[in-house]
């Protein structure tokens, strides 16, 4: 089983920045795959972003795309969501993913999970 710590969350106001990580251990031949679902209150978990092995290919949530970049750095089993000019609406509680598919507009249930870190954006 492989192991997903997240790190990053925080207050920030509209129109920052935000960087997560997620750091692998374990059965880490899980994280071909990786990604951030977020939850905000009251709502359902939700896809935002995956990245495959090599970093060639990824997926975004429509509404952060051009505003979030996912990226991955396998020497230290660690994937990152860069999230720039935030808004109210990404609040919410980010999780790490590992152990899934993707394609262009599909994406499959992650097996393995973090136990999220809160993002908070004021406006």
């Known amino acids: 089983q492989v192991q997903l710590v997240e790190s990053g969350g925080g207050l920030v106001q509209a129109g920052g920045s935000l960087r997560l990580s997620c750091a692998a251990s374990?059965?880490?031949?899980?994280?071909?795959?990786m990604g951030w679902f977020r939850q905000a209150p009251g709502k359902e978990r939700e896809f935002v972003s995956a990245?495959?092995?090599?970093?060639?290919?990824?997926l975004y949530k429509a509404s952060v795309k051009g505003r979030f970049t996912i990226s991955r750095d396998n020497a230290k089993n660690t994937v990152y969501l860069q999230m720039n000019s935030l808004k109210p609406e990404d609040t919410a509680v980010y999780y790490c993913?590992?152990?899934?598919?993707?394609?262009?507009?599909?994406?499959?249930?992650?097996?393995?999970w973090g136990q999220g870190t809160q993002v908070t954006v004021s406006s």
């Open positions: 993913a590992a152990d899934f598919a993707f394609t262009n507009s599909y994406y499959s249930s992650p097996s393995s």
């Open positions: 374990g059965r880490t031949k899980s994280t071909y795959t």
């Open positions: 990245i495959n092995w090599s970093g060639d290919s990824t």
